[in-house]
């Protein structure tokens, strides 16, 4: 990114991102319960836990069967008798994600594999590359030391580069920036045992985007859970 562009069109920027905030089509969380068992009993037990911001918890889709979340399970429960929980609300960023989890009951007797959307709120509301490792190697922590988690996936930001609901330069900018915490994510995977890093390789087209532009439509979180399926395998074979 070159940051000695900014001075020059920073004003620019805060007018597209305000006039993005005031145009972009709002769309509901998904109605739905957030717990709940799927598979048969005489398959291998695996608790998973879905933690995130707007896309963790569906935005983009009509229904949480349509999520991440529910097709995340609903592969898992051909293999195993899956226990679930989602925990998860639009607008959060990295730090905001831990709050919740900390205030939320966790329902799970011990977690084996937790798949975690976090980042986009970050960039969109300008938390700086220092913060943001800090933020995930709290939410990393607090996951393997309170929760138990023996497997943490992290889903990489996706190509904010490509938004259609972003104008240029605003969706240069902001693509920049999802690159930079991008970065640090791939390096905090790489450096903790237990955690992984699950890069959003979507092809890009119309109908992997909601209608508003921003959030992945069902078509792109089905996509998105069979990558998931596939680090959770490659990364949890010692389980």
């Not at 925990?87 to 977690?111: E, M």
């Not at 969706?171 to 991008?182: H, K, P, T």
């Not at 087209?205 to 399926?229: C, I, K, T, Y």
Request: charged fraction near 15%; hydrophobic fraction near 40%; glycine fraction near 10%.
């Amino acid at each position: 990114m070159n940051n000695w562009l900014l001075p020059i069109i920073g004003p620019l920027l805060l007018y597209q991102g305000r006039r993005v905030r005031s145009q972009t089509l709002r769309l509901p969380e998904p109605k739905g319960g957030r717990y709940g068992e799927a598979g048969d009993k005489s398959k291998p037990l695996r608790r998973v836990l879905i933690v995130g911001d707007s896309a963790a918890v569906g935005v983009g889709c009509d229904t949480l069967e349509e999520s991440v979340a529910g097709q995340f399970v609903a592969m898992l429960s051909d293999r195993f008798y899956v226990e679930w929980q989602l925990i998860g609300q639009s607008s959060l960023t990295c730090g905001g994600i831990l709050s919740l989890l900390r205030a939320t009951q966790l329902k799970l007797d011990g977690v084996d594999t937790v798949l975690i959307s976090a980042g986009v709120n970050d960039v969109t509301k300008g938390t700086s590359p220092t913060d943001w490792h800090a933020a995930i190697i709290r939410l990393t922590g607090y996951l393997q030391q309170h929760c138990h988690a023996r497997q943490v996936i992290y889903t990489g930001l996706p190509p904010m580069h490509q938004f259609p609901a972003l104008p240029q330069p605003l969706r240069w900018y902001i693509g920049g920036r999802a690159q930079q915490l991008n970065d640090s994510l791939k390096t905090h995977c790489a450096a903790h045992n237990g955690v992984a890093y699950l890069p959003l390789n979507l092809p890009f087209s119309p109908e992997l985007m909601a209608r508003d532009g921003f959030h992945p439509s069902a078509q792109a979180a089905r996509l998105w859970a069979e990558q998931a399926v596939v680090v959770m395998n490659q990364s949890g074979a010692n389980f």
